[in-house]
Nanobody
């Protein structure tokens, strides 16, 4: 059974930072490219960042490039998203999943950027 458990969200002021974590079980984590996604109220889920199996390559949505960093620890079956210089438009529910998503999705972790 695939399990994706996101954590680390919260309320932060504009310009602040957060680090999201994702604990993964139920599949061979090191075999799969992984991604972070987000869904803001009233909007569709969007791809934020992707990392290859061996961390040799990462890709980011234009809206977060230069501010967010995706990383992974295959020994710990863990995925991370370091988010810096946060903006109100980054407010969303953040999810981790495979680059080709597994089912079911996790519950996500809420990030709210507001003064």
């Amino acid at each position: 059974q695939v399990q994706l458990v996101e954590s680390g969200g919260g309320l932060v002021q504009p310009g602040g930072s957060l680090r999201l974590s994702c604990a993964v079980s139920g599949f061979r984590f090191s075999w799969y490219g992984m991604s972070w996604y987000r869904q803001a109220p009233g909007k569709e889920r969007e791809l934020v960042a992707t990392i290859t199996t061996d961390s040799s390559s990462t890709n980011y949505a234009d809206s977060v490039k230069g501010r967010f960093t995706i990383s992974r620890d295959n020994a710990k079956n863990a995925l991370y998203l370091q988010m810096n210089t946060l903006k109100p438009e980054d407010t969303a529910l953040y999810y981790c999943n495979g680059r080709n998503p597994f089912s079911p999705w996790g519950q996500g972790t809420q990030v709210t950027v507001s003064s």
